[in-house]
């Protein structure tokens, strides 16, 4: 079994940054990708970055390209979302996912992911 817990989430104005944070505990953090997705209000949730096991490989949606930045520390057992240039559609539950498949590659797709965190609240006011 393996814990996320995500933090970092609080009002901002638009154009702000924010760093979120997710730390791990309960496996080898080190094998595994890892993602963050979010949930606007009254909308579907949907991904927003991704990274591979290594931190080598990062993939992002369109919509945050160029803004977010996607990151890992293994000794530390932590993946970041560095979000700059906030906008107010950028307000959403965010949530970490780690995969469940060791050495696995950037996934997009939330079955591709086995456990999730609670989800912190980012909100960008105008």
């Known amino acids: 079994q393996v814990q996320l817990v995500d933090s970092g989430g609080r009002l901002v104005q638009a154009g702000g940054s924010l760093r979120l944070s997710c730390a791990a505990s309960?496996?080898?953090?080190?094998?595994?990708?890892m993602g963050w997705f979010r949930q606007p209000p009254g909308k579907e949730r949907e991904f927003v970055a991704a990274?591979?096991?290594?931190?080598?490989?990062?993939y992002y949606a369109d919509s945050v390209k160029g803004r977010f930045t996607i990151s890992r520390d293994n000794a530390e057992n932590t993946v970041y979302l560095q979000m700059n240039s906030l906008k107010p559609e950028d307000t959403a539950v965010y949530y970490c996912?780690?995969?469940?498949?060791?050495?696995?590659?950037?996934?997009?797709?939330?079955?591709?992911?086995?456990?999730w965190g609670q989800g912190t609240q980012v909100t960008v006011s105008s």
């Open positions: 996912a780690a995969r469940g498949r060791e050495w696995g590659g950037v996934a997009t797709r939330e079955p591709d992911y086995d456990y």
């Open positions: 309960g496996r080898t953090f080190s094998r595994y990708a």
């Open positions: 990274i591979n096991w290594s931190g080598s490989n990062t």
